[in-house]
T-cell receptor, first 117, second 117 residues
Framework: GAVVSQHPSWVICKSGTSVKIECRSLDFQATTMFWYRQFPKQSLMLMAT?????????EQGVEKDKFLINHASLTLSTLTVTSAHPEDSSFYIC?????????????FGPGTRLTVT | AQTVTQSQPEMSVQEAETVTLSCTYDTSENNYYLFWYKQPPSRQMILVIRQEAYKQQNATENRFSVNFQKAAKSFSLKISDSQLGDTAMYFCAFMKPTGGGADGLTFGKGTHLIIQP
C-alpha cells in the first residue's frame, strides 16, 4: 500500500522561531498533498492544498504568510510555521493523493506534534 | 461549502455488541464521496469505509457497514461484533471530486467510541 511519512514526529520550538515539517510520499509520486491541523480532542481541519510546482491553495482563515507550504517535488511537501507562537501548538497531519489511483484516495502521514514554548 | 455533523461526542458499548455512529452532512453537490476514518491513540488516520454518492448500494467492509441515505443526507456507520481494538475516535468525512482529482476532506467533530470488555 501507499506510504506517507512525516518528519519530525514531534518537535518543540521556542516562541518566535520557525519550524519546518516534511511530508513525503515513499512509494508513489504525489501531485497533490493536503495539510490538516488537529487541536487536542478536536477534529481535523484542512489548512491548504499543495500542488507540485505551483502555489498552495489555502483555506479561508489560514494565514499563508505564517504557514508556508512548498511542494517542490513529486514526493515532498513542506509546511513551515513561521514565527511560531504557543497558539500554533497542534498536531499537523499531511495526506497525499496518488494520481495513478482513484481520485478519492488519500494516504495519511502519521502526523507531527508541534509544541511551542 | 459543505458541513459534516456528528452528534454523538462519545459512545460506549460492550464487546461483541453492535453500535451505530451517526453522521449527517450538508452539500449542494450531487457527486461526492463519504468516508469513515478511525483514529486510534497513535493518531494515525485509518480508512474504515468509503461510499460513492452515485451508488445506491450501501458499502460494507467485513464488520463495518454504512446506511447511506442520500436524500436525507445521512451516512451512519454500523460496527457489528465490536472488538476492543475498535476503541478509537471515528470521523465522518466528505470529499468533492474536482476534475482529475479531488478536494481535501471535510471532517465531522468525531465520535469517541469505547468498547468495554
Amino acid at each position: 500500500g501507499a506510504v506517507v511519512s512525516q518528519h519530525p514526529s514531534w518537535v518543540i520550538c521556542k516562541s518566535g522561531t520557525s519550524v519546518k515539517i516534511e511530508c513525503r510520499s515513499l512509494d508513489f509520486q504525489a501531485t497533490t498533498m493536503f495539510w490538516y491541523r488537529q487541536f487536542p480532542k478536536q477534529s481535523l481541519m484542512l489548512m491548504a492544498t499543495s500542488n507540485e510546482g505551483s502555489k498552495a491553495t489555502y483555506e479561508q482563515g489560514v494565514e499563508k504568510d505564517k504557514f508556508l507550504i512548498n511542494h517542490a517535488s513529486l514526493t515532498l511537501s513542506t509546511l513551515t510555521v513561521t514565527s511560531a507562537h504557543p497558539e500554533d501548538s497542534s498536531f499537523y497531519i499531511c495526506s497525499a493523493r496518488d494520481p495513478q489511483g482513484a481520485s478519492y484516495e488519500q494516504y495519511f502521514g502519521p502526523g507531527t506534534r508541534l509544541t511551542v514554548t | 461549502a459543505q458541513t459534516v455533523t456528528q452528534s454523538q461526542p462519545e459512545m460506549s458499548v460492550q464487546e461483541a455488541e453492535t453500535v451505530t455512529l451517526s453522521c449527517t452532512y450538508d452539500t449542494s453537490e450531487n457527486n461526492y464521496y463519504l468516508f469513515w476514518y478511525k483514529q486510534p491513540p497513535s493518531r494515525q488516520m485509518i480508512l474504515v469505509i468509503r461510499q460513492e454518492a452515485y451508488k445506491q448500494q450501501n458499502a460494507t467492509e467485513n464488520r463495518f457497514s454504512v446506511n447511506f441515505q442520500k436524500a436525507a443526507k445521512s451516512f451512519s456507520l454500523k460496527i457489528s461484533d465490536s472488538q476492543l481494538g475498535d476503541t478509537a475516535m471515528y470521523f465522518c468525512a466528505f470529499m468533492k471530486p474536482t476534475g482529475g482529482g479531488a478536494d481535501g476532506l471535510t471532517f465531522g467533530k468525531g465520535t469517541h467510541l469505547i468498547i468495554q470488555p
